[in-house]
């Protein structure tokens, strides 16, 4: 069974960093297609970014590219979310999914949709202060 937990999360000065780790020992990593999405308590859960299922291939939202990088490590059971430049507009909970895919189909625009994935994380909150 499919287990996500996030970690990572914490308070941030503006232009700062964070890492935030997304871990589950429970399915072969390069079956699955993963992505990063966040929520505030005002707005229904966004896309942040996605991985392909064997790691080479990545999409983000255009509020993070350039400043966050989605990775992942199918021999550690982990994906990994570096957010860097870190804004106050990026406070929010950040969740890890993921979906068992045949391919690669990142490219496809539901891999951006909430409804696209079938397992979740509980969440870990990132606060940036300006």
């Known amino acids: 069974q499919v287990q996500l937990a996030e970690s990572g999360g914490r308070s941030v000065q503006a232009g700062g960093s964070l890492r935030l780790s997304c871990a589950d020992s429970g399915h072969t990593w390069n079956m699955y297609e993963m992505a990063w999405f966040c929520q505030t308590p005002e707005n229904e859960r966004e896309f942040v970014a996605v991985v392909s299922r064997n790691g080479a291939s990545t999409k983000y939202s255009d509020s993070v590219k350039g400043r966050f990088t989605v990775s992942k490590d199918s021999n550690k059971n982990s994906m990994y979310l570096q957010m860097d430049k870190l804004k106050p507009e990026d406070t929010a909970v950040y969740y890890c999914?993921?979906?068992?895919?045949?391919?690669?189909?990142?490219?496809?625009?539901?891999?951006?949709?909430?409804?696209?994935?079938?397992?979740w994380g509980q969440g870990t909150q990132v606060t940036v202060s300006s």
């Open positions: 999914a993921a979906v068992r895919v045949a391919g690669d189909f990142i490219s496809d625009s539901r891999s951006t949709k909430s409804t696209y994935y079938d397992y």
